[in-house]
């Protein structure tokens, strides 16, 4: 940020006396409230279902994190989760373990296959178009029709089953709201294809963990790829750990790069700045 | 075939007389030498090495199949070989099935990863083409040198050490001939960085099996994903199968498609009627 604004005056929020113009959070820090003169407050988070909103100064715009760097991961992680699937990896990887046997199927292409989407903002629009280019059929769900290239758009309530019953791979790449908190739940999974894949993305508190296992057993779900959970680390004897039909990564799915955040964080304190509206600028009410 | 060339008569080569234009094969059938007038052999497979050259009437053209479904098929499988080791997927999935540990570690970009691929011919340079497109690092290696954009070209026995010290990555996609059969050997393996990848989706012949378990042995690889094998369908009890190091896959790899190929088989028959040089001829005296 100094190479990129030399004129910045960078200062602890702790001996920050009461006089900053913009904070860089990623949780709220006490006392937030005293600095009356703050033109912009940017999370740090690509979310900022980390801050409790509430407790924000009124008024002051808010921002999320862009980061071109996290999404070319996101789209990377997407890419590799849904051919795993797609090409039949995760039984091949348990039949070379258990030393056969030689099991030959033709492979679909990726025309044939439907994966949906839930969330089409910065990233989930960013995997749709990714895995439009790779010749896979596309829908996607968000809150307002979204226009992305090859995607079939579906919104509101019909439309959450619509592509739930649509969708023979499934990843969620909503924002973490109260309207969307366990939105992966016994009553979504019942709507889902028989034999069909999650893939979750997004944030764990998305997702009902038992109702998980529940969709499973039914044979609902065939497989299940999970890189956050409502707590992390996993805890050590987790159910979700050592259950064949689950694959858990540490939370790795999208990193951010600090050269790449730092461009970004720099033009959003120049908006700030000149009083202009910030990139990725949040909706309160909407809380996202 | 009947519906791009209605005049055309197809006949099985038993039943043909002595009186044929142009000879569909995979194998070379008994007695082929007897067609005096045959003006083109068009190989129903993406190479030759099932062919026995030698056994083919001499100074009839011969091409090999090419098929853009087969294509994009083998640029699938090969992101998502690449991609697993690039993500550390191989290690989720043990760590998954073991119960944890959770073991954060930020994950690389793709333009901090190398990967090199033998071969740049038709498979080969659009694999090449799809990995510098997703942001890795491609080298390739061939017998002439050839353009392809963003890929660092490297030949003879100096580019082959060369291309095996760079690669954390490598895929062979060489045709088989008798110059590159066993080119996958303990001498290759042993200018290979320590801790790369192997992915053989080329044939099985060019692989020396023993070889590649002394170099798993050694960690000079890390792991390999194995297509192709010198017996297919690998057998049971073949060490590879359960080497927690190995995944094994039913040569799946690229499948082609009835329809994509006849639109290019039935513009060979159409060359090979006019008289002109077929796509992807092959040159005997090389092999592929």
Redesign the interface.
Known sequence: LKRRLPDLRLVDIDNAGDAIDIALIWKVPPGLERFGNLRAILSLGAGVDQLDLDTLPKNVPLARLKDD?LT??MI??C??AV??Y????HL??R?????????????K??SERCVGILGLGELGGAVAGDLVS??FQVAGWSRSRKEVAGVRSCIGPEGLEEIAAMSEILINLLPLTPQTENILNRQFFSKMRVGSYLINVGRGRHLAEDDLLWALDEGRLAGATLDVFRT???P??HPF????R???????AA?G?PETAADYVAENIRRALRGERLLNQVDVSRGY
Chains 1, 2 share one sequence.
Not at 95 to 107: A, K, M, Q, T, V
Not at 241 to 244: T, V
Not at 246 to 252: A, C, F, G, K
């Open positions: 760097s070319a991961c990377d992680y890419r590799l051919l795993r797609h090409r039949d990896f091949y990887e039949l070379s373990r258990e030393g056969g046997p030689w099991r030959y199927e033709l492979p292409r990726t790779a010749g992390e680390p996993l050590a004897g750990w050592g259950d064949r689950i694959l858990v990564t540490p939370h790795i990193a790069n």
